[in-house]
């Protein structure tokens, strides 16, 4: 049901209240806002094959998604096909059963290429329209869903391949950047640039001090000329840091968004609920969430000289995280143990 529940839950409130506005992004609950996200695109390059007119910021006919690494342009003129069981259809025939609803329907999918779905469809959130695209996008969206549940494996991320599918569906490209988030240390598709030329450790400085880094004119230590940080960053990946110091805290994870509510029974507080609580809590589910919350790796006085690249990368994404997760916890239980607790600064970690 959880692959049901963005694309279900989107149409019906899109269909029974809609937008206010005339532009509107779709985004994940483990997202958080490095800077702000306005109707303009940074379109320093353009996606891979673009044809037309370079949009800068979104309207009517362009579609914006990000690319994701599961969903990449692929030099393949293999035909695009599922290849799930159970369906007794071809499987042109599938394909165009989940896009149009019939097997013998008339579809943009069918005849589909690995190279034209990853290169021109293949995208995931944020998701981002005009309020008139947004008319047929969010019921496509829901029906190809739940069509592609009926017979999808399980773990299968349903809603990104039928979001794809959708502009498929309707022979429209989407406008797919690669600056819109960071998730990976290692993906391909995600613009780094930013972070890698801050000269601050971000384990060690105030997240606030940090963002402002990385919004131009915030701070003389902002991104290179014609460059800026992504919008997001999505927390949806366990971070691992090579540190001995962490071998022992879930596999040498230095953050998971897992450790909050994960295995917690239904109706009862996650982590950042628990305002009573303190480091040395009990667990949260099978974690003890609120002690890691507090770890920080060892100190580095030059991250971006001094480190290889995929390091300093998730050392950004674990520490900004848990630095943003602090300000919650400080805005949700003031003056409560548990703010007290993880706001407390810790000590450097020896290597």
């Known amino acids: 049901m959880i692959w049901l529940s963005k694309p279900h839950g989107f149409y019906q409130w899109y269909s029974k209240a ?3 506005r ?11 806002f490095l800077r ?28 914006v998604g990000q690319r994701y690494e599961n969903l990449r342009p692929q030099l393949d003129s293999t035909l695009y096909h599922f290849n799930f069981e159970g369906h007794n259809m071809s499987e042109d025939e599938f394909l165009s059963w989940v896009c149009s609803g019939d097997k013998d ?4 999918c069918r005849g589909l290429t690995l190279y034209e779905f990853g290169t021109f469809h293949g995208s995931g959130v944020p998701y981002i329209a005009h309020r ?5 996008l969010a019921p496509d969206w829901n029906s190809i869903n739940a069509r592609l549940h009926k017979y999808a494996p399980k773990g299968y991320y349903i809603d990104m391949w039928s979001w794809s599918l959708v502009t498929a569906h309707r022979g429209r490209r989407q406008f797919i950047q690669e600056n819109l988030m960071l998730s990976s240390a290692v993906a391909s598709f995600e613009d780094w640039q930013a972070v890698e030329a801050l000269r601050v450790d971000a384990c060690y400085t105030d997240v606030e001090e940090i963002l402002s880094f990385l919004i131009p004119g915030r701070s003389p230590q902002q991104a290179p000329p014609g460059h800026q940080a992504p919008n997001f960053l999505h927390y949806c990946l366990p971070i691992y840091v090579p540190y001995p110091s962490f071998k022992d805290q879930d596999g040498g994870r230095l953050w998971s968004k897992y450790w909050f509510d994960w295995g917690v029974e239904r109706g009862r507080p996650h982590a950042l609920e ?4 303190t480091a040395n809590a009990p667990m949260v589910g099978p974690y003890p969430a609120l002690k890691w919350f507090k770890t920080s790796p060892p100190r580095r006085a030059q991250p971006n000289q001094s480190m290889p690249i995929t390091e300093l990368r998730n ?4 520490c900004v995280a848990k630095g943003i997760f602090r300000k919650a916890v400080q805005a949700l239980c003031p003056g409560q143990p548990m703010a007290g607790d993880v ?9």
Request: glycine residues 8%; proline residues 12%; hydrophobic residues 35%.
């Open 315 to 318: 050392r950004f994404l674990g």
């Open 343 to 351: 706001m407390e600064s810790t000590d450097p970690l020896d290597e």
């Open 105 to 108: 329907g008339e579809t943009g």
């Open 18 to 20: 809609g937008p206010s």
């Open 36 to 63: 702000p996200l306005t109707a303009k695109l940074d379109t320093a390059a353009a996606p891979p094959d673009w044809a037309g007119p370079v949009p800068t910021r979104v309207q009517k006919g362009f579609v």
């Open 22 to 32: 005339d532009v509107l992004a779709l985004v994940d609950p483990d997202f958080v």
């Open 132 to 136: 008139d695209d947004w008319d047929w």
């Open 274 to 277: 628990r305002c009573n609580d």
